[in-house]
Every structure is written in C-alpha cells, then in structure tokens.
T-cell receptor, first 117, second 114 residues
Framework: AQKVTQAQTEISVVEKEDVTLDCVYE???????LFWYKQPPSGELVFLIR??????QNEISGRYSWNFQKSTSSFNFTITASQVVDSAVYFC??????????????FGTGTRLKVLA | SQTIHQWPATLVQPVGSPLSLECTVE??????LYWYRQAAGRGLQLLFY??????ISSEVPQNLSASRPQDRQFILSSKKLLLSDSGFYLC?????????????FGPGTRLLVL
C-alpha cells in the first residue's frame, strides 16, 4: 500500500541553524508525484514544492532545498539558516491514483519544527 | 487568480446537533474538490473528494456526508454530531484529473463538539 513516513515528530533548532526534515515513501506506481506543504499556526496548508518521479534533480528555492532520491524512496527537505518564521508543521505527501481514475494524496503525519530565537 | 474560501472559521456545536460547512472556489472551472479532517496534533485524513457536480466519493465510513450542488461549491454535513467529529476541517481544490496536479487548501474550519 502507498505510505508516507515522517519519522521526526518534532524538531527544535536555534535560529540560523540548518535543519533537515525527512520523508520516506512507499508506492507501487512507477510514475508518481511528491509534495511538501507548510502549516503555520494559522492552520492553512501552504504548498511548497511538487516533484515527479522522473526528475531526481535537487531543487533549491532561497533557503529551502529538496533532495529526492528514488533509490532510497526519500524526499527530504532542508531549511538553511532557519528563522523563527519557519516554525510550523511540515507535511510530505504522495499522489495516488484512485480506482475511479482521479487521484488523491497520502499525507505523512507531519513534522513540527520549532525555531528558537 | 484562484481563491478558496471556507466558512465558518470556527464553530462550537453541541453533540447531536447538525453541521454544515461550506467551501467555495473562485477563478477556476470544474475543479476537483476535497474535504480533509485533521484531529488535534495529527495528520490529514481525506474524507471526501468530488470530480464534478453531484459526484462524491467517500474515503472512510463516518458520521459525515458531502455534497456538491454547484461546480465550485462543496459542502460537508452531518445530521447529528459526535464528540469524535471535533477537529480542523480543510477544503482543497485542484485542476483537472492529472494526478500530479497540486492541491491548494483553504483556511480551514475549527470545529469543537461539546
């Protein structure tokens, strides 16, 4: 069955430290998509990145970077020089095709990141 | 640009009372729509999704139901709330049936059943 594991329940770092959030997935599909979302204290999920299974290039966006490794079924997220505003719950998700032909997301349980000033 | 709205933002309801949460999307046509629930400190559970008017798929058996009376409107309902229905309810939309399409989430509704 499709599954997304975020083993880190909570991480605390001091501002300006780098931090990596782990995401490991399981899927039967050869073509799939992976996502990261940020949930700040307000509750709304904010889309961060989408990555397809054929593109293993790492991506960098400002202080954020993502490392996709198909060989280990991992899609890890690194924040460089963390800031207090990065404090949030971060979710990793995997797309799964349904029997009706559409798709849905399988979410991990999330990692709560606390950045201390 | 597309916008997704949810209301109410917060709701406190007694056990046994009915529920109606509404979600609307602006700036797009024929979106896929989703309802998720997030229990306190937990991950997201997909409750329902819809690919078109009147088309509802349920992910888990429960005390809730969903309807899509208009293209960009998605409603979550219950006839009698249970304590276990408390949580944070999120609506999301995506464009088309392509399985890589990104889902975009609304601001959510916090429901407390007492």
């Amino acid at each position: 069955a499709q599954k997304v594991t975020q083993a880190q329940t909570e991480i605390s770092v001091v501002e300006k430290e780098d931090v990596t959030l782990d995401c490991v997935y399981e899927t039967r599909d050869t073509t799939y998509y992976l996502f990261w979302y940020k949930q700040p204290p307000s509750g709304e999920l904010v889309f961060l990145i989408r990555r397809n299974s054929f593109d293993e290039q790492n991506e960098i966006s400002g202080r954020y970077s993502w490392n996709f490794q198909k060989s280990t079924s991992s899609f890890n997220f690194t924040i460089t020089a963390s800031q207090v505003v990065d404090s949030a719950v971060y979710f990793c998700a995997l797309s799964e095709r349904t029997t009706s032909g559409t798709y849905k997301y399988i979410f991990g349980t999330g990692t709560r990141l606390k950045v201390l000033a | 640009s597309q916008t997704i709205h949810q209301w109410p933002a917060t709701l406190v309801q007694p056990v046994g009372s009915p529920l109606s949460l509404e979600c609307t999307v602006e700036g797009t046509s024929n979106p896929n729509l989703y309802w998720y629930r997030q229990a306190a400190g937990r991950g997201l559970q997909l409750l329902f999704y819809s690919v078109g008017i009147g088309q509802i798929s349920s992910e888990v058996p429960q005390n809730l139901s969903a309807s899509r009376p208009q293209d960009r409107q998605f409603i979550l309902s219950s006839k009698k709330l249970l304590l276990s229905d408390s949580g944070f309810y999120l609506c999301a939309w995506s464009g088309g049936l392509f399985f890589g399409t990104t889902q975009y989430f609304g601001p959510g509704t916090r429901l407390l059943v007492l």
